[in-house]
């Protein structure tokens, strides 16, 4: 991990991600605006996966309260999907593992 790439990255996630919400609001919730929003908060899964997998930053405790923080944006409990994601890891391409992930 990078930690000047990692808030780099984080600063224009979550610039793009406001100005998404503008765009909704300020359009009255044009169908465009809605789907770069969407695209933003795919962006901010990104980020979520990779706080999750305490990665993001240098440090795990940062990678936590990233992940605390992103899982608002993802609507998903980051612990529990690092639970599931991580035995997704395990066996990523073991054809006899049914993988659920």
């Not at 980051?78 to 391409?93: K, T």
């Amino acid at each position: 991990a990078n930690d000047a790439r990692a808030w780099t990255s984080l600063a224009i996630t979550t610039a793009l991600w406001a100005a998404g919400l503008f765009a909704v609001h300020a359009t009255g919730g044009n169908w465009l605006a809605i789907c770069y929003t969407a695209c933003c908060v795919a962006r901010w899964f990104m980020v979520f996966h990779d706080a999750s997998h305490l990665s993001f930053f240098e440090d795990m405790e940062m990678n936590k309260s990233l992940a605390d923080v992103s899982q608002f944006f993802v609507n998903y409990n980051w612990r529990q999907w690092a639970d599931i994601h991580n035995s997704h890891h395990v066996h990523f391409g073991d054809a006899t593992v049914k993988d659920t992930s």
